[in-house]
């Protein structure tokens, strides 16, 4: 039997039995685990507050030779308790933990941890722009994943120009050079500035409010295809 310590954040709770839940948790080394929580349903149980939704914790995992850990101890680290008091924001910290969980299906990246816990923290923080928050989330997505959108150069090999206009080709994921375009300079600063900077950065961008509705259907865009 080995012993995992480890920073986790919870990504489902499931009942089991009369008092047990099964617990699957994101962890920057280990990808993804699933553990037994055994008794956490009671009412004096150690572990309960320890394994909370939109939490990071430090978690403490006996593992065998089944495919599920015993979780022996837990602490809750940072409790992002902010987003429960918004619906839109909880609704997309659903999203968030639900696309974060079918990435770390596909690809064993520990990534996938900081970008989670950085979602978690970005939405907790009421100051910044909900839409803010989501155009940076699948921008980041797309690149982990390897589809992010190419903010260097159009469809034919040219590095974009400042002051030109560009239209998005949906079926090829690429800007196409268009002088009645949509897509402005300014649009592509901040896409570029939400590919490299945490949200909070890009709130500080003069008229952030005015560009992110295109740059978050952008965003979409990428992890569409």
Avoid at 67 to 75: K, P, Q, S, V
Wanted: charged share 25%.
């Amino acid at each position: 039997m080995k012993i995992i310590r480890t920073k986790a954040i919870v990504l489902r709770r499931t009942n089991y039995g009369e008092a047990d839940r099964i617990v699957n948790l994101l962890t920057p080394e280990y990808g993804k685990l699933s553990v037994m929580a055994k008794s956490v349903r009671r009412e004096k149980s150690k572990l309960a507050g320890g394994i909370e939704l939109f939490a990071r914790c430090d978690v403490t995992v006996n593992t065998g030779k089944g495919d599920l850990g015993i979780l022996t101890g837990a602490r809750l680290e940072q409790f992002y308790k902010n987003i429960l008091n918004d619906y839109d924001r909880l609704q997309f910290g659903y999203e968030v933990i639900k696309q974060i969980s079918k990435a770390a299906d596909q690809l064993d990246e520990p990534a996938f941890f900081d970008l989670l816990d950085q979602a978690l923290a970005s939405l907790n923080d009421e100051e910044i722009d909900l839409k803010v928050v989501k155009a940076w989330f699948w921008l980041q997505l797309a690149i982990l994943l390897g589809v992010g959108l190419n903010l260097a150069t159009d469809n034919n090999g040219m590095k974009l120009v400042e002051d030109a206009r560009y239209s998005f080709d949906s079926n090829d994921s690429v800007l196409v050079f268009h002088e009645n375009g949509d897509v402005r300079s300014d649009h592509i600063k901040l896409l570029r500035l939400l590919s490299a900077q945490p949200p909070k950065v890009a709130m500080q961008v003069q008229g952030v409010g005015t560009l992110i509705d295109d740059c978050l259907w952008l965003a979409e865009q990428a992890v569409a295809h």
